[in-house]
């Protein structure tokens, strides 16, 4: 019913062998994809910071830039600017818990237990902002 494949792969032909194009193993891959969603978590911990700062938000950047200076070989990555943006504290805060989640994914297949801590408690963190504050009733 299918017909048999005649013609040689267009990966092989084009590159010719193997061995023209850089390789990266797993573990690069994934320190690549993780340092990338932990820079993504600081940018969105740093407007959260600059709309209210908080000796927390600032340990939590302090946590997230040494990880990913960790991860891209002591490379510090550029922080967001103290420009104020339209979005809502709540908004920042759901947007940082799915971030901190892709990271804690990430972290626990690549097992880099010092970045899974740090986004697991990110993650507990932008859930308890998240959640609705209740006043006691009298």
């Known amino acids: 019913m299918y017909e048999p494949i005649r013609a040689k792969s267009v990966h092989t032909t084009m590159a010719g062998t193997t061995a023209d194009f ?14 990338g969603h932990l820079a993504a978590l600081l940018a969105v911990t740093d407007e959260l910071r600059a709309a209210a700062p908080s000796a927390g938000l600032d340990a939590s950047a302090e946590r997230l830039t ?19 943006r339209e979005r809502s504290a709540m908004a920042l805060h759901r947007r940082a818990h ?6 804690l994914v990430v972290a626990a297949s ?13 993650m507990d963190a932008h859930t308890a902002a998240l959640e609705p504050r209740t006043l006691a009733s009298h």
Do not use: W
């Open 22 to 35: 850089p390789h990266r193993s797993r573990e690069e891959e994934l320190d690549i994809q993780l340092a």
């Open 66 to 84: 040494e990880q990913v200076a960790r991860l891209r070989g002591g490379r510090t990555p550029t922080r967001a600017s103290r420009g104020r």
């Open 98 to 103: 799915a971030l901190a989640g892709r990271a």
């Open 110 to 122: 690549r097992a880099d237990t010092a970045a899974a801590i740090l986004a697991a408690e990110c």
